[in-house]
């Protein structure tokens, strides 16, 4: 959890580098807090559309730091925030991410500042 919380304490840092292990850990405790709520917002009928109540306002609040991350990311593998755009692509914009977010970082200092150092 030390990593979904890192995320969220830097929340608006779109400048430096973010560790592959950050970015994943982050995705994954969010993908899981997102599905926890949308079967709650089933069972109590919670539900706005097409979407629950709950589930909209989590991904409301971690809107802003899912993107700096997703930036700070991107940084490690030396590119720039620009690629999010890949976002408005489907599914081949979707795949490029994904291999970018997966490739390892630059191992020495980038333009975008030093090597992350991970956590133990």
């Known amino acids: 959890?030390?990593?979904y919380f890192n995320v969220l304490t830097r929340y608006v840092h779109f400048r430096g580098?973010?560790?592959r292990r950050e970015f994943w850990m982050f995705m994954l405790v969010n993908i899981i807090l997102y599905g926890v709520l949308a079967v709650v917002d089933n069972i109590s009928g919670w539900r706005a559309g097409s979407i629950g109540l709950l589930s909209l306002i989590y991904a409301l609040l971690v809107f802003?730091?899912?993107?700096?991350v997703q930036s700070r990311r991107l940084h490690?593998?030396?590119?720039?925030?620009?690629?999010?755009w890949l976002w408005c692509l489907p599914v081949l914009g979707w795949l490029m991410l994904?291999?970018?977010w997966s490739q390892h970082g630059t191992p020495e200092e980038n333009r975008f500042g030093p090597e992350p150092k991970a956590f133990p």
């Open 1 to 3: 959890m030390d990593w």
């Open 64 to 68: 802003l730091p899912s993107l700096a």
């Open 98 to 100: 994904l291999a970018f």
């Open 17 to 19: 580098r973010a560790h």
């Open 76 to 84: 490690d593998t030396n590119r720039t925030a620009k690629w999010l």
